[in-house]
């Protein structure tokens, strides 16, 4: 018998995908280069030349045997210094290699974070908007993943709704800043309050809530934006890295959990970490890619089109009347959309070629999601595309029309 | 709360590390090329330089966001139709696409395997001597690993205890050939019989029993050994394959689930890998990873060491009056220790700095397990030291001595 919760699964149909698809069908129709594909959340530029040099340097000087051997289960020993090492200078927390779990990108560290602090049955909360992925990555764990509704004034956290589902079923909160879809990058002032609020049902329900913190877009943060360090908030985080985004390899899976020292019983999990690889069969990331991202862990990808893109977009958007949180990092923007639902809207905005992804996806409907991990270029030439459709369908709606 | 079950986990002690930690710890004392270190099956022959090469000439060559960029879940579908083509080639089953899904190893293989075909509280049979990995791999899923005692005459599958165990609750057989740790090759006679078993218990239960074929040694078969292909046998099959062995690449983590073109529902089993792997966070095996091995599918490294190597000991062995079945493939040996306590025996082994590691960790008490993927040079150093310790513990015993 084959299992059928996995079977089930086949026939949800993910919009995002769906959306993609419609980008590439109409690309071979009218050519690629004139679809405005917004949809998917595909890092854009070159990977550092470091990184490929380093790759080539190891293939043509190193023994085979040292670069593509096993790797120990946590990782390599000189890749979990180097990247405590990293994240001490960095951060101010005497990380050392003990923290470290070298994982295969975010979603093994998130694999890994889940089954630490949870049992079947157990809750962990988020905050929309959220990855829509988080929903399927709890879920098979057997937790339950629950979502706490947005506060669409700023997609910072929404305290009043998060402390009446914050029940003692909670075993974890995941958080994700700079934030996918919003861009949004949570204050200094929102983790504040949000460690505070842990530290406190965490006492009267005599257990740790644990702070799940996936980070995968801590490099891209613009200019004048302040990303505080979550971790250095709330004693019990457990970082969840990945480097797809910042190194622009999001192919090669690579990353790591970082547990806080300061967390109780901080080396035993890293240690469980091995343990739990054992049971969902990936014993370590793989090893000349761990290699290579510690030589290069200070360097990212010339990530400045990304903030070119959303101030182009932002203004655009603003000047046509949309309501916005103007974005503090990513490659995303998510602002509200012309009509309720947003559904309808995104698919109207098909007819121009625009490719839009509707914010229930995220749980936040009536808002929408564009990915503008593209080319500058197109981004500009969109503009027209999308000035007549906000002209065509939603005159007088907008401020500028 | 920590999840109990993984921190359990950390005080069980695996007996392989714990030899291999002492072989270590010895050749700091002694000089490491004085340890007879049998306790690692870790490939000791170098990487094939066309692996070597293409990688350094992709990394030259082509952009970065072909090499680097995200796979889809089921694997790079280029890679996808270069495998099932080689499949198809070398065995005659119907192999496309559609019936490969690219896996981070063996160890990722299996978990989605597991996963395909059980639930909690389902049962998988295996066959002693069987890899202790299983037991963790398994059991961390929910459902129950069984084992089957060995046949010792021949290490191929004891029958007779087979089918007492055989249960309506069994929801698959997995197998492991060329067999870590005996190093045997089933027989198509074992295979014939066990598939014929297989489809009259399926039958009689009302639901099909999977055979899940773990074939990381595939590629090590000795002169006049035939290794038959286990998918050929039995329509319901899902073979695991790593490159680990074949390639000496096992830090890469790479390899794949072919199910059987002729199992019911084969390509719905592929898509429902790309389902488990949302659950257990490893999304795709590394790319550039995938691109390489796709061009060297049908080169292994230099395998001939490890026959080399089987041939030495066999025949001290058998000349030192050991049991002894003769592998038919892999780098392993299984030889009946000389008293019935193996875990004693391979203590005073230790003596001798000789590192044998005792069968009890692989189902079949009172075997033990050599590992020669180690130069043939340190083989033949070696026989002195086995000699002696014969001779100085077990004298009369051994026909010749």
Redesign the interface.
């Known amino acids: 018998?084959?299992?059928q919760k996995?079977?089930d699964?086949?026939s949800g149909k993910s919009v995002i995908r769906e959306l993609s698809e419609f980008a590439t069908a109409r690309g071979q129709e009218i050519g690629y280069e004139n679809v405005f594909d917004y949809s998917l959340g595909?890092?854009?530029v070159?990977?550092p030349r470091e990184f490929?040099k380093e790759?080539?340097r190891m293939?043509?000087g190193e023994?085979?045997?040292a670069?593509?051997?096993?790797?120990p289960s946590l990782g390599i020993t000189s890749v979990r210094e180097a990247v405590a090492e990293s994240l001490e200078r960095r951060f101010g927390l005497p990380y050392r290699k003990e923290h470290i779990f070298m994982?295969?990108?975010a979603?093994?560290?998130?694999?890994?974070a889940f089954?630490?602090?949870?049992?079947p049955g157990d809750e962990i909360l988020t905050f929309a908007p959220y990855f829509p992925?988080y929903g399927?990555?709890v879920?098979?764990?057997g937790a339950k993943l629950k979502v706490v509704p947005p506060d669409t004034d700023n997609f910072q956290i929404h305290f009043g709704k998060m402390e009446e589902m914050l029940t003692e079923k909670v075993?974890a909160v995941l958080v994700n800043t700079p934030n996918n879809p919003s861009g949004v990058v949570y204050s200094a002032a929102t983790l504040k309050r949000l460690a505070g609020l842990l530290k406190k049902k965490s006492e009267e329900y005599g257990?740790?809530i644990y702070l799940i913190s996936d980070e995968p877009y801590r490099e891209i943060v613009f200019r004048g934006v302040e990303a505080p360090c979550v971790s250095c908030f709330y004693d019990d985080t457990i970082m969840c890295y990945s480097f797809s985004k910042s190194l622009?390899?999001?192919?090669?899976?690579?990353g790591y959990v970082a547990v806080n020292p300061h967390c109780r019983?901080a080396e035993?999990?890293v240690?469980?970490c091995g343990?739990?690889s054992?049971?969902?069969?990936?014993?370590?990331?793989?090893?000349?890619?761990q290699l290579a991202v510690a030589k290069v862990l200070d360097r990212t990808a010339d990530l400045s089109v990304y903030e070119t893109n959303m101030n182009i977009l932002y203004n655009e958007l603003t000047a046509l009347g949309f309501t916005c949180v103007k974005p503090g990092g990513t490659f995303y923007i998510f602002p509200k959309a012309l009509e309720e639902d947003a559904k309808v809207f995104c698919r109207r905005a098909l007819q121009y070629d625009l490719v839009l992804v509707p914010g229930d996806t995220f749980g936040a409907p009536g808002y929408f999601r564009m990915a503008y991990c593209i080319d500058t270029e197109k981004v500009e030439r969109s503009l027209g595309a999308l000035r007549r459709f906000v002209k065509e369908n939603y005159a007088g709606q907008g401020m500028c029309l």
């Open positions: 018998m084959l299992v996995y079977k699964m086949l595909n890092p854009s070159p990977v490929t790759m080539v293939l043509n023994e085979t045997s670069l593509h051997g096993y790797s994982a295969v990108g979603a093994g560290a998130l694999a890994h089954r630490l602090v949870t049992e992925e399927p990555y879920n098979l764990t075993m257990h740790t622009s390899i999001p192919g090669e899976r690579i019983d035993t999990m240690n469980m343990q739990i054992r049971g969902i069969g990936h014993n370590c990331p793989p090893s000349i890619i």
